[in-house]
């Protein structure tokens, strides 16, 4: 089946369903224990941020680490990579990720959750999925995919839900090369369709001017105004970007099946509503997703 044959709507659905189910990393309580055993300074999130998620792709310095994610300022990421790797080793890092994962989602979910049927259901189904997210030319997708599968469902389900998302992310940033927008543009213009407050887009490091400079190369473009609201042109362009990146994400779904999908969606409602109603993810964030 062709990746446009899948409705978009449905795969951009499956996105935000998964998608906070991983992001649980990055700011449960349990997490941040786990960082701090390694050794890492849990004062702010970025020293853990950035190991957790980097790690897969091994001890890799701070140009291949901004590379894949994109979106970060390269003065950011060089001063938490490869310091991440000084601290603990990314086969340590991965190590203490699952166990994280493990003692969030139990606390999160609920240990009937954990070991209930449902979420096993929901494990084989994502795991499915996973195995036909293609990797060429995505590294976070390939890095991950490249890891040994944990044995109980409710790793199973993260570690598919990071497949996922990173093989949607990899995607993205095709879209954003195909449109022309480098990393400092593709926030600017982002921020500028009214995805989130422009200081949510701060925590990605870059500066003032930095952000100063991206805007007027946009407004140069056409896609910005003089006041920096998008024009016509601007926003046709980003609703472009977001199209391809469903269309890039769509494989995954079409191998799965519509009936088998639907499933998967039904069976994450529970788990994505006891996620969101933690409190622990922000409600303004760079993805614009997770609201009730």
Not at 153 to 179: K, N, S, Y
Not at 187 to 207: D, K
Not at 214 to 223: D, H, P
Not at 253 to 266: C, I, K, M, S, V
């Amino acid at each position: 089946m062709r990746e446009d044959a899948v409705d978009t709507a449905r795969v951009r659905q499956m996105w935000h369903l998964l998608e906070p189910l991983h992001a649980l990393l990055y700011y449960a309580p349990e997490a941040f224990d786990e960082a701090a055993a390694l050794g890492h300074d849990t004062t702010e999130r970025w020293h853990s941020y950035f190991a957790w998620r980097a790690a897969p792709l091994g001890a890799a310095g701070p140009v291949r680490v901004a590379s894949a994610f994109y979106s970060f300022s390269p003065a950011m990421v060089a001063r938490y990579v490869p310091a991440a790797w000084e601290t603990a080793d990314p086969a340590e890092v991965l190590a203490a990720r699952l166990r994280a994962v493990d003692r969030a989602y139990r606390s999160v979910l609920g240990e009937e959750t954990v070991t209930g049927p449902a979420l096993a259901e929901a494990a084989v189904l994502a795991r499915r999925a996973a195995g036909e997210a293609r990797t060429e030319g995505r590294p976070l997708a390939a890095a991950n995919a490249e890891l040994s599968w944990p044995e109980a469902p409710h790793l199973v389900l993260w570690q598919a839900a990071t497949i996922l998302r990173e093989h949607r992310g990899d995607g993205h940033i095709a879209a954003l090369l195909a449109a022309g927008l480098d990393p400092a543009e593709a926030l600017v213009s982002f921020a500028a369709i009214g995805a989130a407050p422009e200081p949510v887009f701060g925590s990605r490091g870059w500066t003032a001017a930095e952000w100063a400079a991206a805007r007027a190369r946009l407004t140069a473009r056409g896609l910005l105004d003089a006041e920096g609201a998008p024009t016509d042109a601007g926003r046709a362009l980003r609703a472009g970007v977001e199209r391809h990146t469903d269309e890039l994400a769509a494989a995954p779904w079409a191998a799965l099946g519509p009936g088998d999908t639907a499933r998967l969606a039904e069976l994450l409602g529970g788990p994505w509503l006891a996620v969101i109603g933690s409190g622990l993810l922000p409600a303004d964030n760079t993805l614009g997703i997770g609201k009730v």
